[in-house]
């Protein structure tokens, strides 16, 4: 079996495609829209509702390798929990109302591997929709 760093880029992109159809950065595909052939602020809720367990964290808190900086706040949004897991580190400014930038993480047991989503890239455009609600 492979481990986590091995498998991150493939969880990283099956999860930037879901975030970028949710919040219609992306056109769903006809597949998609048979669950989801709503608006897109009917979408984000749903999307929310079913697959994220959003939370402040600390720097104890965040996977190894993840610095949250001085100043600023961090909300872990779990989009699984149980072997393998994985979410994102989303690092909002020091009045919590502006997004920072964000870490991918996947964690399997005792393993783990975190990357940094591109500044400016659609799925940082896209998770600052999903945290701004």
């Given at each position: 079996m492979d481990n986590c760093a091995e498998r991150i880029d493939n969880e990283y992109d099956y999860e930037e495609a879901r975030i970028l159809?949710?919040?219609?950065?992306?056109?769903?595909?006809?597949?998609?829209?048979?669950?989801?052939?709503l608006p897109?602020?009917?979408?984000?809720?749903?999307?929310?509702?079913?697959?994220i367990l959003s939370f402040q964290v600390c720097d104890s808190d965040v996977p190894r390798?993840?610095?949250?900086?001085?100043?600023c706040y961090a909300r872990d949004m779990e989009l699984s929990t149980g072997g393998p897991?994985?979410?994102y580190i989303i690092i909002y400014d020091s009045?919590?109302?502006?997004?920072?930038?964000?870490?991918?993480y996947f964690q399997d047991w005792f393993d783990g591997a975190n990357k940094q989503v591109p500044d400016g890239s659609p799925l940082a455009q896209?998770?600052?929709?999903?945290?701004s609600w």
């Open positions: 159809r949710v919040t219609g950065i992306i056109e769903p595909d006809d597949e998609w829209l048979e669950d989801y052939g897109r602020d009917d979408r984000v809720v749903i999307f929310l509702t079913e697959h390798g993840i610095k949250i900086p001085r100043g897991g994985d979410g009045q919590y109302d502006s997004y920072v930038t964000a870490y991918y896209g998770l600052a929709i999903l945290s």
